[in-house]
């Protein structure tokens, strides 16, 4: 298992707004390492979707926005768009190595 | 615009070493601001970092694949490369080259990928 625990799956309607959360531990996210999030699109490459814990990318629009808190991230989607259908995932450092989360994958209904 | 390219054998048969490239166009893989590393997706699975290396050939592996792997750069050819060896079934995967851009946190600096090759699915089967 993963490093950084996700959960597997979350969902939501068109409109509505979900979270997803990224758990690490006090080597990784509570050790002061910050927090970046990927959105794979069924398919195609990972592209960096938030940088330290909160920063947007240029063209990533501002519906993503991204926290930390403790030994925890979170990634929220507001007006959850069809588009938005996408594997997501967490990365970050634990013990100066890189540690991705497990992913998880966002279903619009 | 920074592009990254994987390209190597599609099938490695057991046990043997599987050998991947990525060639680095519109930007030097020499800068000193930056790591270049592996990735990798099992299919049906989730990403797997397999290891970082600098233009001066410095490394960074998981330590769950550090025995098996090596991963090297050649800046006359802007590429850097990675080697897996004594593969099984469990490395088929899809592995991504990608570009690593340091982050200076408040308590800790980090890297993120910014740039992802599109990936190559290498298959391990006889």
């Known amino acids: 298992q993963s490093v950084l625990t996700q959960p597997p799956s979350v969902s939501g309607a068109p409109g509505q707004r979900v979270t997803i959360s990224c758990t690490g531990s006090?080597?990784?996210?509570?050790?002061?390492?910050?927090v970046h999030w990927y959105q794979q699109l069924p398919g195609t490459a990972p592209k960096l979707l938030i940088y330290?814990?909160?920063n947007r990318p240029s063209g990533v629009p501002d519906r993503f926005s991204g926290s930390k808190s403790g030994t925890s991230a979170s990634l929220a989607i507001t007006g959850l768009q069809a588009e938005d259908e996408a594997d997501y995932y967490c990365?970050?450092?634990?013990?100066?190595?890189?540690?991705f989360g497990g992913g998880t994958k966002l279903t619009v209904l | 615009q920074l592009q990254l390219q994987e390209s190597g054998p599609g099938l490695v048969k057991p046990s043997e070493t599987l050998s991947l490239t990525c060639t680095v166009s519109?930007?030097?893989?020499?800068?000193?601001?930056?790591?270049w590393g592996w990735i990798r997706q099992p299919p049906g699975k989730g990403l797997e970092w397999i290891g970082s290396?600098?233009?001066?050939?410095?490394?960074y592996y998981n330590p769950s694949l550090k025995s098996r792997v090596t991963i090297s750069v050649d800046t006359s050819k802007n590429q850097f490369s990675l080697k897996l060896s004594s593969v099984t079934a469990a490395d088929t995967a899809v592995y991504y080259c990608?570009?690593?851009?340091?982050?200076?946190?408040?308590?800790?600096?980090?890297?993120?990928?910014?740039?992802w090759g599109q990936g190559t699915l290498v298959t391990v089967s006889s």
């Open positions: 990608a570009r690593l851009w340091p982050y200076s946190g408040y308590d800790a600096d980090s890297y993120y990928f910014d740039y």
């Open positions: 519109g930007g030097s893989i020499s800068s000193s601001s930056y790591y």
């Open positions: 290396i600098y233009y001066s050939g410095s490394t």
């Open positions: 006090s080597s990784n996210i509570g050790a002061g390492y910050d």
């Open positions: 330290g814990n909160s």
């Open positions: 990365q970050s450092y634990d013990s100066s190595l890189s540690v």
